[in-house]
């Protein structure tokens, strides 16, 4: 049973009944031999397929296949050889010609011959295992017309020696080439390769390997980068107008890696023209070109970044660490933002807005802003400058761009916090001397804070303007209660929170009589509505405006501090004071006195005191007068303390060791966090957990975090394990 | 039916059959015939001369050509072939490839 399923059912083909001349298979052959030099001559339109059709059907019905493959092999090659001769006799140009048009006849006859001698395809081919017609046709062509000894070299040199014309610049036949290489193509993948793919990808390897040789001498880098990029788009259009498409990829190769790859180095560090003076000089084109070629070989675009970050780093660090720029944070913060603008549109022009260039900015902002350790400081400064004056006449949309830019920077702040000190700072000078400009400029500044570093961080600022509207709504309630004091002097008091504002040591001055008696009134009306509190005055913040007349009758107002108020309302009832008798009346300190003495007598257009000796500094015999000759155009006249708009270094110690000590318990906290959900941990981790968990804040010191981890046990939180000395337990 | 359209199909004993080109394109060796890219006589004449196939038999293949074009439409009926003929009818199937 099995052995009958296994047999496949077949019906032999009907004996004819014709008995078979012995002539028969030679006669019939020769009406096919015939037919077949027809059809190489062109002369097929006479002849009948159906007849041909049926002497090869009989032919290979009567087993006579074997005799009719074999003389189609043996008549096929004989024609082949013939061509063979007409092809190899073309001279000069005409040898690409011919060859074509003798393909294109061979192509057309064994079409032909295929199609007649289909019945053998059909049935004797499969049978014995031999080459179709139309592929044994490719083969006889290959082995008698392309590989023959006498047109293989030829032909692979006219077409390398047409391609080096194109090269060159002259105009060749590209239909003709296309015609040529599409045969090689059809004679099978291999035949392209060998006779000619490979072949000419060496010839071009080493082309350009001598072309770069030679323009790398003699051109500057952006020129040369043009030129690469000019060849590899010839390739390009090379490989789509007469190339198979899958060398597209391996010329490509050979281009980069000659002009590109090999040079890779030496370009991007080449003098005058390099990378480093494409950035120098905004050449948006060129180094966009550099990003396009470089892209294509392994290393290219990490040797380019590798230069952007050194030399940004290099320059980032001039620009932090140049002691001629500190000078005026509002320029340094400016020229940060100019840098960082710089390189922006560079990454976004030219770099495709490619994200590791990205990452590589930010890491070296990160890198050198941190380098100066004023940083923080300047970058509040900055704010500072644009929310008292700078944002004049700018429109909203350009006010939120730059508070966007200095966000930006803040985000490559190690040292959140001392930020955070800085702009509290500042932000209370701006409230308290009502200098700010914009509200809503000031708002969405922490609004933008808040979303960066969280709740916690902007808490206290908040608190800062809540303070502001609550002591608004206070001094109208007091002056409503008080009726009878419209006509003296006016008293504007603000209520602050303790905590939320900059801790300033609580100095008291003596105000003047008239002050001192209204502040003693708002003191009663504010804690007969709010029991249970404490005011104490900081008259170190405040301002006044006061009247004044001078020598020949005319008056000004004058726009002074508190401390600068209780010592023109001295004047009042004296010629000439003493800077001892100034000191003993008012007990302003020392430092504070001399400024606000100086911003009065010595400066020109706002000396509305006069000083013996006449002299820069104030020295603590000197004696003031009223300057009677004091003139201004103004009727208003705006004295301004002589304030160091940068803190001096021992105020910048003091605020640095404030920063430490605010530090302190943030790390204690975030210890014992962490090891209240760990249990038990040992040292490098906490100190890694620690340093992640205030990252956002700032960057902890190892050697701290284990002066408080020490701090920790002493007070019983922790302990150390006792076999493993480096784990720490949590005690709950 | 336009003359570029159908094909003459002449048996042995010259009986004429005109039938749609593409009726007869069922046939792989018609087809070739009609398709080489030579001039072959029946490519210029339209019309294809059998000498070995009976009327009978062309009639037959004929029709089939017609059926099965149906038949590749979606017509699904039967096709009926006399006991008699079909020994010839399947040598001619195998000459024409069909």
Redesign the interface.
């Known amino acids: 049973m099995s052995n009958q399923k296994k047999r496949n059912f077949q ?1 032999e ?2 004996k004819h009944r014709v008995v078979v001349d012995p002539k028969y298979a030679d006669k019939t052959w020769k009406v096919l031999e015939h037919a077949i030099h027809e ?1 190489y001559n062109h002369n ?7 007849e041909l ?2 002497n090869a ?1 009989n032919m290979v019905l009567h087993k006579f296949g074997e005799k009719l493959y074999s003389g189609l092999v043996t008549t096929m090659t004989s024609h082949l050889k013939e061509i063979s001769k007409s092809i190899e006799a073309a001279q000069g140009g005409m040898f690409l010609e011919e060859m074509n048009r003798k393909w294109t006849d061979h192509n ?2 064994l ?2 011959i295929r ?2 001698l ?2 053998m395809d ?1 049935t004797y081919i499969p049978s014995t295992q031999k080459t179709p017609v139309h592929e044994l046709g490719l083969n006889l062509w290959r082995d008698n017309i392309i590989r023959s000894s006498k047109i293989q070299t030829r032909l692979l040199n006219t077409l390398l020696e047409l391609v080096l014309r194109e090269r060159t610049g002259e105009v060749i036949n590209r239909g003709l080439m296309r015609n040529i290489i599409k045969m090689l193509m059809d004679l099978g993948p291999s035949v392209y390769q060998e006779d000619f793919e490979n072949p000419f990808l060496e010839v071009s390897a080493e082309f350009y390997r001598g072309e770069s040789q030679k323009f790398i001498e003699c051109c500057d880098c952006g020129d040369y980068l043009k030129k690469a990029e000019r060849r590899l788009n010839e390739e390009l259009d090379r490989v789509t107008h007469y190339l198979d498409a899958r060398s597209e990829a391996k010329i490509t190769n050979v281009v980069e890696k000659e002009m590109i790859a090999n040079h890779m180095l030496r370009l991007v560090h080449m003098d005058n023209s390099g990378l480093v003076n494409m950035l120098l000089d905004d050449k948006y084109e060129d180094l966009g070109r550099m990003y396009n070629l470089f892209r294509r070989v392994s290393n290219g675009l990490s040797t380019i970044r590798e230069v952007m970050t050194s030399h940004l780093r290099e320059t980032g660090k001039q620009l932090v660490t140049d002691p001629e720029r500190l000078k005026d944070p509002v320029e340094f913060v400016q020229r940060l933002l100019d840098e960082k603008d710089k390189y922006d549109s560079i990454i976004r022009l030219s770099f495709s807005n490619d994200k590791t260039f990205l990452n590589a900015l930010n890491s070296s902002f990160e890198f050198f802003i941190n380098l100066n350790n004023r940083s923080p400081e300047f970058i509040s400064l900055f704010v500072d400058d644009k929310l008292r004056k700078g944002l004049k006449g700018v429109s909203e949309e350009d006010v939120e761009i730059i508070l966007d830019k200095v966000m930006m920077l803040f985000r490559y702040l190690q040292e959140k916090d001392v930020f955070e000190k800085y702009y509290k700072q500042h932000l209370a000078k701006r409230l308290l001397s009502g200098k700010t400009v914009s509200d809503d400029a000031e708002r969405s500044l922490i609004v933008k804070l808040k979303t960066e570093c969280g709740y916690q961080f902007t808490s206290k600022l908040e608190g800062m303007f809540t303070d502001m509207k609550t002591s608004q709504d206070t001094m109208q309630g007091f002056y409503a209660s008080h009726p009878e004091l419209g006509d003296g002097p006016t008293l504007t008091v603000q209520v602050l929170t303790t905590g939320s504002w900059p801790t300033q040591p609580s100095v008291t001055c003596n105000l003047p009589s008239e002050m001192s008696a209204l502040c003693e009134k708002f003191r009663s009306y504010y804690l007969g509505t709010h029991t249970g509190r404490r005011l104490s005055w900081q008259t170190n913040m405040g301002t006044a405006d006061i009247k004044a007349s001078f020598g020949k009758g005319q008056k000004h107002e004058l726009n002074v501090s508190t401390y600068q108020m209780c010592v023109l309302m001295l004047f009042n009832n004296a010629e000439r004071l003493s800077y001892k008798e100034i000191e003993q009346a008012t007990e302003i300190p020392t430092v504070d006195l001399k400024r606000c003495l100086q911003s009065m007598a010595c400066v020109k257009g706002k000396n509305v005191l006069r000083k013996e000796p006449m002299s820069k500094d104030i020295g603590e015999d000197d004696a003031f007068f009223v300057n009677d000759k004091f003139t201004s155009k103004l009727y208003k006249v705006k004295i301004g303390t002589v304030v160091a708009q940068k803190e001096s270094e021992p105020e910048k110690q003091e605020t640095r060791q404030r920063v430490e000590e605010d530090r302190k318990p943030q790390i204690e906290a975030a210890i014992v966090r962490i090891m209240k959900s760990r249990r038990a941990l040992d040292h490098n981790n906490i100190i890694s957990e620690v340093t992640k968990q205030l990252q956002s804040r700032f960057l902890a010191n190892p050697t701290e975090i284990k002066k408080r981890i020490e701090s920790l046990i002493e007070r019983d939180f922790l302990e150390r394990d006792s076999i493993d000395r480096k784990l720490y337990r949590y005690l709950a | 039916m336009r003359k570029e359209e159908t094909v003459k199909l002449i048996s042995a004993e010259g009986f004429e059959f005109v039938i749609h080109k593409d009726a007869a394109m069922v046939s792989q060796t018609i087809r070739n015939m009609l398709t080489s890219p030579g001039s072959f006589a029946e490519t210029e004449h339209g019309e294809v001369t059998f000498p070995e196939i009976s009327t009978t038999i062309l009639e037959k293949i004929c029709k089939y050509f017609y059926w099965n074009l149906q038949y590749a439409s979606g017509k699904q009926t039967e096709f009926h072939i006399e006991p008699e003929l079909v020994l010839e009818l399947m040598m001619a199937a195998n000459y024409l490839h069909t």
Do not use: N, V
């Open positions: 019906i083909a009907f059809i097929a339109s006479g002849l009948s397929f159906e059709y049926r059907y057309k006859a079409q032909m199609d007649i289909m019945y059909r």
